[in-house]
């Protein structure tokens, strides 16, 4: 039988808004498993969670370099925010975001790239040696379109092209690239915003569509209706989850009520050329690492050597 811990049930609690008893149970009938816990809920309709929010634990600054029609982010983490306010470690992921976008996004030729009088991967480890704490460039990506522009967001900027998310969107067109730019400029704000997982329905992972429709089907065979209706509830739950994960099918942020695709439809006549989405990618810093957490009283105890 799975130990089921405290700190399960708390990162359950976190992830879902649910009751702590409720969660609990969740873990004891799904043997542990989180990701099949956060579905055991939402079929209870305890939670209403549509998908599981990454933890933004661990530390850090997401850089981006734009250069013509190619874009290109980096991640760097460190153990804690007063590190990532270091100018010395700004400096480093800007310096890492320019390498990042001549290496096409590349990690390991970023890590392995020229950097001073050493390498990325050496600056590094001598950051860490001198400043103590552990840090690391967790990942990077470039995106490129021709003919088109690429433009980049970050929010919660710490500087110029720094800050805890960053965005890249690249429009394919022949419009002007500075109000094709400008647009990609407000696209890439959304996602910020509003985190999409892709740009179309047919662009989601086959396993994110299969579990949603899982999910879907579950609660709506609880009103007892027969199968055509729930067939017919169906096309109306997917097509909503659709319309809050899928970039084209969400609403505009910037206006709060215009669909992107109509945004970008409309952008397009006033500029006299077809504007399709080629790509975006969004990193968030943390996402999807989970720090151990700690009782704060014991570590206090343990560094004054009475535990």
């Known amino acids: 039988m799975t130990n089921i811990t405290a700190g399960m049930v708390k990162d359950l609690r976190d992830k879902t808004g649910a009751g702590m008893m409720d969660c609990k149970n969740a873990l004891n009938e799904t043997a542990g498993d989180m ?4 579905d055991w809920l939402r079929k209870k309709g305890i939670s209403k969670a549509a998908k599981k929010a990454g933890r933004a634990a ?40 320019e390498i990042a976008l001549k290496e096409g996004g590349d990690l390991e030729k970023l890590l392995g790239a020229k950097h ?37 967001y970050v929010h919660n900027a710490s500087s110029p092209e720094l800050g805890k998310i960053g965005v890249l969107v690249a429009l394919k067109s022949t419009a002007d690239q500075g ?10 704000m959304h996602v910020a915003a509003a985190s999409p997982l892709a740009i179309t329905p047919e662009h989601l992972s086959k396993d994110v569509v ?8 579950e609660i709506a065979r609880q009103s007892g209706k027969p199968d055509a209706v729930i067939e017919k509830m169906m096309e109306g739950r997917m097509r909503k989850f659709y319309e809050e994960t899928v970039l084209l099918s969400q609403t505009f942020v910037i206006d709060g009520e215009t669909q992107v695709s109509k ?23 943390g996402e999807g690492i989970e720090k151990a957490e700690s009782d704060f009283a014991d570590e ?4 004054a050597g009475t535990r």
Not at 72 to 78: F, G, S, T
Not at 125 to 131: H, L, S, Y
Not at 263 to 285: M, S, Y
Request: no cysteine.
């Open 35 to 38: 990701e099949a816990a956060i």
């Open 58 to 97: 661990a530390e850090g600054l997401v850089g981006v370099a734009v250069s013509g029609n190619t874009g290109a982010l980096v991640e760097v983490n460190a153990e804690t925010d007063f590190v990532a306010r270091n100018e010395e470690f700004k400096s480093f992921v800007k310096s890492a975001s």
């Open 116 to 152: 001073g009088g050493s390498t990325v991967q050496q600056t590094l480890t001598e950051m860490v040696a001198k400043i103590g704490e552990n840090m690391s460039v967790r990942r990077a990506y470039a995106l490129s379109v021709n003919p088109g522009a690429v433009a980049a």
């Open 179 to 188: 109000k094709l730019a400008a647009l990609a400029k407000q696209i890439a």
């Open 210 to 217: 299969d579990r949603e429709r899982a999910v879907q089907t």
């Open 263 to 285: 945004v970008i439809e409309n952008a397009a006549k006033d500029l006299g050329a077809p504007i399709t989405v080629e790509g975006f990618v969004r990193f968030q810093v």
């Open 300 to 303: 206090v105890a343990q560094m």
